[in-house]
């Protein structure tokens, strides 16, 4: 896939895309490209206008103009899908490239999607998303329910009888840390190799962030985390709950059905693999969560320096004071941890764990904390925050 040169255009809906992670397991993905001109050809500058520097310098009048890429990471049990709204003002409102995706085990991610597949060869065999003719990447064929000889009652009985994807699926969150997510960034180096990244990390999408190899974020120049807070049992507001769904009910549900299955239980939740469950409670026993959990992800967390821009809310229905602690865990770098109270900072009834990525949070946070963010660079305090959403409330009704 050719990446577009200085000042061309490419306009066309979010595409479905297939990423590959690095255990060669395929994920789904979608794309989301601006409006108008996108840049992701840094210009030359040659060495003896600047001297003193090196021939391979890279100069921040030459980042500056990049078209940035964020890469969007999801929540445990959540699908792409539930970001769609805020990538999409990422993309047509502050001009990013978006990629959202589904870690494997999780909505389209699913092990042995033949749709996957299909989309992965068709997408190599044709012209991809940044050819000269500006064509978006072909879509997976439509498959019909019925199959040919096949009646209704007969499909809606197979149906019935069909196992579930999950059971029997060996993945687990620490795939999700080393193997998925580097496979994402590998997609953004290969085909924006020049751009700066943005990285926005949704509960446990900030948590496996740091665990990575530094080669995959050489080019990572700012993270957002939303709600990314401790999930270890006695953190969480309803301490004795979190017990027993951990160390006593699920480990009896996913022995039943051999995987998790929150999205029938809950309603509120995607259905997860067996070992991604345990993981999230084998973390939970810990006080230090996921390096309790996983030691040898120590070093890399000391390691990391990319700068951190951390907000939580007060009325979190996990954890509603824990986003500070997962922040000293990385102690290396730049970082401002926000705890926000949706009544008394934004005039809202609620935010909790997952409303943040709703379009009511649009005017009092995604114009003021994240544009100030990932466009100027500066992350907001409390008390301007909340100036800033009461102006942004004020532009919205005139």
Known sequence: MSTKKTGTSVNFEPQPIVLTALDGFLLSGTLFMPPGAIVTSPPSTPSHDVPGHAQSATYKEQIDPLTKVVIISSATATIQDFYYKF?????QELGMIVVTYDNRGVGRSMPGNEQLSILKSATEQHASAFTDQSLPAPLPPKFTTLQIGESSDTAAKSKKNKKNPLIGFEATIVDWSLQDLPGVFNFVLKHFPHNP???????VGGHILPAIDAYYTRNLERC?????????WRHMNSSLFTYWFFYMASPIVNARYGYYPGKTLWNSME?????????WSHWGSFRNYMLGGNPEWKPNFELF????YSLYFTDDDFSSTSAP??????????RRCVGLDPVEDLNMKKVGHMGFFFNSCKQKLWKT???SWFVDGHALDRETIKQRAAL???????
């Open 392 to 398: 942004e409330s004020s532009y919205a009704r005139l």
């Open 305 to 308: 320096k990319v700068p951190i």
């Open 197 to 203: 990244t943005m990285f926005v990390g949704h509960s």
């Open 325 to 334: 602690i997962i922040m000293d865990l990385i102690p290396n770098t730049l």
């Open 369 to 371: 904390a994240v544009k």
């Open 87 to 91: 990538a999409f003002y990422l993309s």
């Open 271 to 279: 259905d997860l693999p067996k070992g991604c469950f345990e993981t």
């Open 224 to 232: 957002l985390y939303v709600s990314v807070t401790s999930a270890y």
